[in-house]
Nanobody
């Protein structure tokens, strides 16, 4: 499975961005897809995740109510709609995908076998 993330950019605080993550290859082997981010000088952290064929979702408390994770199975694409952006949302955002037999703990990076290349999101104050 290959993942291609896009949609990052520079936005003012309060603005919105939508990230996309297109999966290619053996996408029928995907169980969960998620978004993580790595702020400057910090460790990678969980943002949101959802099961690929079902409707279960999970969000970090810091983004709950502002970010929405969604999917378009026909396009093999995962989205992250980010509204009411804050300067502390500034980070490189990564999409990830897990396999059915991977650990079912979507908040942890080690649960994911496949990673995209990252897309930079910068929120100015």
């Amino acid at each position: 499975v290959q993942l291609q993330a896009s949609g990052g950019g520079l936005v003012q605080a309060g603005g919105s961005l939508r990230l996309s993550c297109k999966a290619s290859g053996r996408s029928n082997n995907i169980y969960t897809m998620g978004w993580f981010r790595q702020p400057p000088g910090k460790e990678r952290e969980f943002v949101a995740a959802r099961t690929w064929s079902g409707g279960n979702t999970a969000y970090a408390d810091s983004v709950k109510g502002r970010f929405t994770i969604s999917k378009d199975i026909a396009k093999n694409t995962l989205y992250l709609q980010m509204n009411s952006l804050k300067p502390e949302d500034t980070a490189v955002y990564y999409c990830a995908a897990s396999r059915p037999f991977d650990s079912n703990t979507p908040r942890y990076p080690t649960s994911y076998a496949y990673w995209g290349q990252g897309t930079q999101v910068t929120v100015s104050s």
